[in-house]
Every structure is written in structure tokens, then in C-alpha cells.
């Protein structure tokens, strides 16, 4: 509980000098307010417009939970594969780097196109865009065992897949974790760049549609809902990664 209240309490510190910066600069420089809204304007647009923000914020929830879990999942089975046989994964691994060497905005339009408006483009989308951070590091993780562990294994003829449920996967839950962390900031924003390529509703349908009207209020109300939601999905796995690896010890 008090571990809750501290993170209430950063949060709350972090809001606080984030509205002084945003109040500050709208006193100083007087922007248009379709360009740049006070923020009492956005607090004061979200009752207005509560019911058709929260269900669309719920859409682009929806789509990154589900990209946030597949995506994981994808990646530690893909990173295990590739350790179990090496040789497939000299196969698998270039088709994977060129997959992120391609840019999103490249990608998402084609997936629209082959999926659809609705919300099966936006979660590959999330998971292209997180699956190939938590391979590698979930790859690192399993090849970088405690030598001792590994001549231990190698003197009583260990198999394969024993070596793996023993000694890896416990070693490699620190990489995992680190993975997760990594992808719990980039699912959102696959699931957003998925809407901005064409979608029937989410946060990203919200801005488009707003910044087509000059709609300034809504717009930022849109992006505050996406930043909350990007916090809520790290305190998560925030959470999670301690139940995960207890004995990892945070400065």
C-alpha cells in the first residue's frame, strides 16, 4: 500500500509541474487556442465529451492489452526457438530484422489494407511493434548463463530441454522482465499508429477527426487519455516484474 501511495504521489508531483510548464506557456506566449489550449480549457472539455472519449480510449485499450499480451508471448516463444535450434534461428533472425527495419507508418497502411478498419490491424500492428524487444532480450537472457551453471549441465549430460526448464528460463526472467518493461511503453503507440492508418474508432480516430475540425480541446483531451493509459500499462508490469523476479533488488 505504501508502495502505491509514493507512486499516487510522483505521479501527482509529475502532473503538477507538467500543467505549471503548460499554464506558463500559454501566460507567456498567448498561442491561439486551436493551436495550444490552457489546460483548464482541456479539464473542462472531458465532461463534455466523457461518454465519446472513454469509449474510444477503451477501443485503443482493448487493442493494446491484447497486442501487450501476444506480443510478449510471441516474442519468449520465438527467443526460446531460436535458442533450441540454433540453426532455424540463423534462418529466422534477418527476416525478423528486416520486419524492424521497415518504418511503422510503412507497415500500418499495408496492414489496414490486408486486415481491415477494424481492430485485427491495430493489434499486429502492437505486436510487430514490441514482439522483436522482448525476443532479444529474452534471447540475451537465455544465452547469458553462469559458466559454472553451464559445465554443471554439460558434466552430467543435461538435455536440452531440461537445460532450458532448469537453468535458463530462471536466469533469462530478469531479461523478460526488462523486455516487458520495454514493451508496456510501445504497445500504445503500435495500436495508435495502426489508427492513424485508417480505423472506426480509438484515441488516434479521436485526433484526426479534431485536428480536422481545429477541435484543439478534444485533441489534447485524446492525448492525456493516451499518456494515462500508457502509465497504467507500466505500473502494471511494473507490478507484475516483481512478482516475476522478487529477489531483483531497484536502486
Keep these: 500500500m505504501s508502495a502505491f501511495l509514493t507512486v499516487c504521489g510522483k505521479f501527482l508531483v509529475g502532473v503538477l509541474v507538467i ?7 500559454v501566460v ?4 491561439p487556442s486551436f493551436m495550444l489550449p490552457g489546460p483548464l480549457e482541456v479539464l473542462r472539455s472531458f ?14 485499450a482493448l487493442e493494446t492489452v491484447i497486442g501487450f499480451v501476444l506480443g510478449v508471448s510471441c516474442g519468449a516463444m520465438l527467443a526460446v526457438w531460436i535458442w533450441l535450434y540454433p540453426l532455424a534461428g540463423r534462418i529466422v533472425m534477418p527476416t525478423i530484422l528486416v520486419t524492424q527495419a521497415l518504418p511503422v507508418f510503412a507497415i500500418a497502411p499495408v496492414l ?24 532479444s532480450t529474452v534471447y540475451d537472457g537465455l544465452r547469458r548463463l553462469d559458466s559454472g551453471l553451464v559445465d554443471l549441465a554439460r558434466l ?21 522482465v526488462s523486455g516487458i518493461r520495454v514493451a508496456a511503453v510501445f504497445a500504445p503507440i503500435g495500436a495508435v499508429v495502426g489508427e492513424w492508418a485508417g480505423a472506426k474508432g480509438g484515441l488516434a480516430f479521436i485526433m484526426l477527426q479534431a485536428n480536422a475540425r481545429g477541435n484543439a480541446d478534444l485533441l489534447f483531451s485524446a492525448v492525456i487519455l493516451l499518456a494515462l493509459m500508457v502509465l497504467a500499462l507500466r505500473y502494471a ?15
Design 19 to 25: 500543467f505549471g510548464i503548460w499554464t506558463l506557456l
Design 28 to 31: 507567456l506566449f498567448e498561442p
Design 47 to 60: 465532461p463534455a465529451n466523457a461518454p465519446f472519449l472513454l469509449h474510444h480510449a477503451g477501443i485503443t
Design 112 to 135: 489496414v489494407l490486408w486486415l481491415g478498419f477494424g481492430m485485427s490491424s491495430k493489434i499486429v500492428m502492437a505486436i510487430l511493434v514490441i514482439f522483436f524487444a522482448v525476443t
Design 156 to 176: 552430467y549430460r543435461v538435455p536440452r530441454f531440461r537445460e532450458l526448464w532448469v537453468f535458463r528460463l530462471p536466469a533469462a526472467l530478469p531479461a523478460f
Design 237 to 251: 508490469v511494473e507490478h507484475l516484474s516483481k512478482l516475476l523476479v522478487p529477489w531483483q533488488v531497484e536502486d
